[in-house]
Nanobody, 125 residues
């Protein structure tokens, strides 16, 4: 089982940027598919970005062109770089891992079984 710890959240103004980190332990991220999700108060958890073991990525439509997922194998860390942030991006952001899953469900929370505790992102207008 992989343990995941997110960091890097905070409060920014609209148009600002943040880079979230997800430190993994217990297993190597190079053998897992990794993803970022977010959940705003009163809303369902939704997929944000995904990266498979080959480096192929997928993004939710709201994140295309603004968000970028990356990973550093030497540090066993996955990142989510977010730019041009909007108030609608306010949410708790979670890192998740799975050993393998259908690409169709890359951004479906139900296909992931290892989760971090989340990090809060607040964007003010």
């Amino acid at each position: 089982q992989m343990r995941l710890v997110e960091s890097g959240g905070g409060s920014v103004q609209s148009g600002g940027s943040l880079k979230l980190s997800c430190a993994a332990s217990g297993a190597s991220i190079s053998t897992y598919e990794m993803a970022w999700f977010r959940q705003a108060p009163g809303k369902e958890r939704e997929g944000v970005a995904f990266m498979d073991t080959k480096g192929t990525t997928r993004y939710a439509d709201f994140g295309k062109g603004r968000f970028a997922i990356s990973r550093d194998h030497s540090k066993n860390v996955v990142y989510l770089e977010m730019t041009t942030l909007k108030p609608d991006d306010t949410a708790t952001y979670y890192c998740a891992a799975r050993s393998w899953g259908a690409t169709t469900f890359a951004l479906s929370q139900h296909t992931y079984y290892d989760w971090g505790q989340g990090t809060q992102v607040t964007v003010s207008s």
